[in-house]
C-alpha cells in the first residue's frame, strides 16, 4: 500500500493539470529505507510529449547526487498520461528502473487542465510485472507510517 499526505497527492495532480496536454513526471523522494514520500520533486519532461515521458538526464543525475547528499531515495516515481488511463504502457514497464519505487500514473484525460477529478492510480513494477496497489491518502504522516 502506498501512504502520501493530502499535499503529496495535490502536487502531483496540480503538476499533471500544469503540463496538459503534455504528460508530467516527476519524483517523490523519501529517506532511504523509510517508504515516506516527503519531497516532491517535479521534473521537466524532456520529450516535450502528450505521448511519452523522458526525465532529462542531466537534471536526473542533478537530483539524484542531491538524494545521496541527503540520504534520500525516489519513493515514488510519477507521470500523467494525457489522453489514456492511467495504467503504464509497455514504454512505462521498460522506463521502470526502480524496483523499490511505487509508480504512480495520473490521468488527465477527462478533464485536462481544468478542475476535476482525475484517475489516480499506483503500481510496484518489478522484472515487468506490473501490481497495482491500494493508495492511502492521508493529512501527515507519523512516524511509524510507511
Known sequence: MLTITQATYDAIVAHARRDHPDEAC???AGPEGSDRPERVIEMINA???PTFYEF???EL???YKEMWARDEEPVIV????????AYPSVTDVKL???PGAHYVLVSTREHGNDEGPVEFRSYRIVDGEI????IRVVETLSSTES
Do not use: K, R
Open 26 to 28: 516527476g519524483i517523490v
Open 47 to 49: 520529450a516535450g510529449s
Open 56 to 58: 532529462d538526464s542531466t
Open 61 to 63: 543525475l542533478e537530483l
Open 78 to 85: 510519477y507521470h500523467s498520461h494525457t489522453a489514456t488511463e
Open 96 to 98: 521502470a528502473s526502480e
Open 131 to 134: 501490481t497495482e496497489e491500494e
